[in-house]
């Protein structure tokens, strides 16, 4: 089946600083990659829709100069946080959907980021 | 994109068949059904998807009345390790291009002994 790659694991940084968190896809290609936030005890909340080639789509009260994604090729996605505070800790996850495949969306393993 | 509503949670004891229930009213035609699995700290699983009747994979069964305005997720003889968060979720495309994701809250089923 489709696999999603997400790297790193887990970040510790310090508030003022950025972090990139890697998203792809190893055995198929991906136009469109997206983005998720999950705060503890809550659902997915979708931040944006990376889209290759272009620019990526914020949704609704994401600010799109904090979030940076770009998305160069069919394969990667990136997300950096810029300019983290302790407000941004979170569990980022990625997902994407192999077109060719019957498994509907694939996730990445989801990257807690930690801002001290 | 169709509103998904499920209970927020749901107790078990090991072996025993659990079956959740999504309501979504506003499914469109061209909806599928979509149930995903999350453990703690970890990405959403795919389970299984369908349009509509039942669907049957081999960790779960998927049933869709002919209206198409809930679903259910059958779980067959659950185990500890089943313990973990569902999401039903609805609006995926199938085919074509992809097209966005909305969870909702998810049902937590807890699995004891």
């Known amino acids: 089946g489709a696999v999603v790659s997400q790297h790193p694991s887990r970040v510790i940084c310090k508030s003022g600083t950025s972090v990139k968190i890697e998203c792809r896809s190893l055995?198929?290609?991906?136009?469109?990659m997206f983005w998720y936030r999950q705060f503890p005890k809550q659902s997915l909340m979708l931040m944006a829709t990376?889209?290759?080639?272009?620019?990526?789509?914020?949704e609704q009260g994401v600010e799109k100069d904090k979030f940076l994604i770009n998305h160069a090729s069919l394969t990667l996605s990136t997300l950096t946080v810029t300019s983290a505070h302790p407000e941004d800790s979170s569990f980022y996850i990625c997902?994407?959907?192999?077109?060719?495949?019957?498994?509907?969306?694939?996730f990445g393993s989801g990257t807690r980021l930690t801002v001290v | 994109l169709a509103k998904t509503t499920q209970p927020i949670s749901m107790d078990s004891y090991e072996g025993q068949e659990v079956n959740i229930t999504c309501s979504h009213n506003?499914?469109?035609?061209?909806?599928?059904i979509t149930w995903y699995q999350q453990f703690p700290s970890q990405g959403p699983r795919f389970i299984i998807q369908?349009?509509?009747t039942k669907v049957t994979n081999e960790v779960a069964s998927l049933f869709i009345p002919a209206d198409r305005k809930s679903s259910t997720l059958s779980l067959p003889r659950v185990s500890l390790s089943d313990t973990a968060v569902y999401y039903c979720l609805v609006g995926t495309s199938y085919t074509g291009t992809a097209s966005k994701l909305t969870f909702g809250t998810g049902t937590r089923l807890q699995v004891t002994l």
């Open positions: 997902s994407a959907r192999d077109s060719q495949g019957d498994y509907g969306y694939t």
């Open positions: 055995d198929f290609q991906a136009t469109t």
């Open positions: 990376s889209n290759e080639g272009s620019k990526a789509t914020y």
């Open positions: 506003n499914i469109a035609t061209n909806d599928y």
């Open positions: 369908g349009y509509k």
